[in-house]
């Protein structure tokens, strides 16, 4: 701003300097009032980006512990399902060997003995000299009881 003022008997003219000091005052006062307004602009920017990051650092807490959570959830549920797993097979394990040692004990033992008393009863008939004919009643009666099951 270059200003020129009236050259008066001694100096310048009074009102003239009085209406510019009140110009410059006015645009002092406005670049103070834009410099206050930026400075409350960013100490608001600031005070908003520290809310920003600690409300993303405090939500990133929870995230973690909750997939913590989760994590844990998922591992006692894996534990579960291989306990049940374990006790599953030893069930099955269980049963089988019952089953086959029931079979071994019982049903061997009953195929046994009929095959021993078939076996008997066709050597009988192989030393009886008057063949009859099969499936007689008199043939049937003559069975032990456990092969006349069978026929």
Do not use: C
Not at 3 to 19: A, C, P, W
Not at 61 to 69: R, S
Not at 100 to 112: A, I, P
Request: net charge negative; hydrophobic share 35%; glycine share 4%.
């Amino acid at each position: 701003m270059s200003e020129r003022f009236t050259v008066v008997k001694r100096g310048y003219d009074i009102s003239e300097v009085d209406q510019y000091i009140t110009q410059l005052e006015t645009v002092i006062r406005s670049y103070k009032e834009k410099d206050s307004a930026i400075n409350n602009a960013l100490i608001s920017a600031q005070m908003t980006a520290t809310t920003i990051i600690n409300d993303a650092h405090k939500n990133a807490g929870f995230m973690k512990t909750g997939a913590f959570a989760k994590l844990d959830a998922i591992t006692a549920s894996i534990s579960v399902q291989k306990r049940l797993i374990k006790e599953f097979q030893d069930d099955y394990n269980r049963l089988a060997n019952k089953y086959l040692k029931e079979f071994n004990e019982t049903d061997l033992l009953s195929v046994y003995s009929k095959l021993q008393d078939l076996q008997e009863y066709i050597e009988g008939l192989a030393t009886d000299s008057t063949p009859k004919p099969a499936g007689s009643p008199a043939e049937v009666e003559s069975l032990p009881s456990s092969q006349s099951s069978w026929l």
